[in-house]
Nanobody, 128 residues
């Protein structure tokens, strides 16, 4: 059974940093993309970042986080990370990691519908 477990969320002041981790078990994602999404209260789940199979692989970011967030992965640990810097109150949301299994297009990596596995989410709250 595949499990994705996020950690690292919390409360931080605006301008601060957090590092989220997502550990996968039950199946290796080393050959497949993994991504981060977030969902604020009353809003739809939105794309944050995605990374393809190797650390030299392509990465994709939402415009709202470009230059502030960095996605990385350690395939040996089957873990993906999201380093979040210069946090803003509008970054407040539940953050989810997700994994793809099977075929995909680069464009589809920005859609939650393409992802096959999801973690339970971790809360990030940024105070002003």
């Amino acid at each position: 059974q595949v499990q994705l477990v996020e950690s690292g969320g919390g409360l931080v002041q605006a301008g601060g940093s957090l590092r989220l981790s997502c550990a996968a078990s039950g199946r290796t994602f080393s050959s497949y993309p993994m991504g981060w999404f977030r969902q604020a209260p009353g809003k739809e789940r939105e794309f944050v970042a995605a990374k393809k199979w190797s650390d030299g692989g392509n990465t994709y970011y939402a415009d709202s986080v470009k230059g502030r967030f960095t996605i990385s992965r350690d395939n040996a640990k089957n873990t993906v990370y999201l380093q979040m810097n210069s946090l803003k109150p509008e970054d407040t949301a539940v953050y989810y990691c997700a994994g793809v299994m099977g075929s995909y297009s680069d464009y589809s990596l920005t859609s939650p519908n393409r992802y096959d596995y999801w973690g339970q989410g971790t809360q990030v709250t940024v105070s002003s």
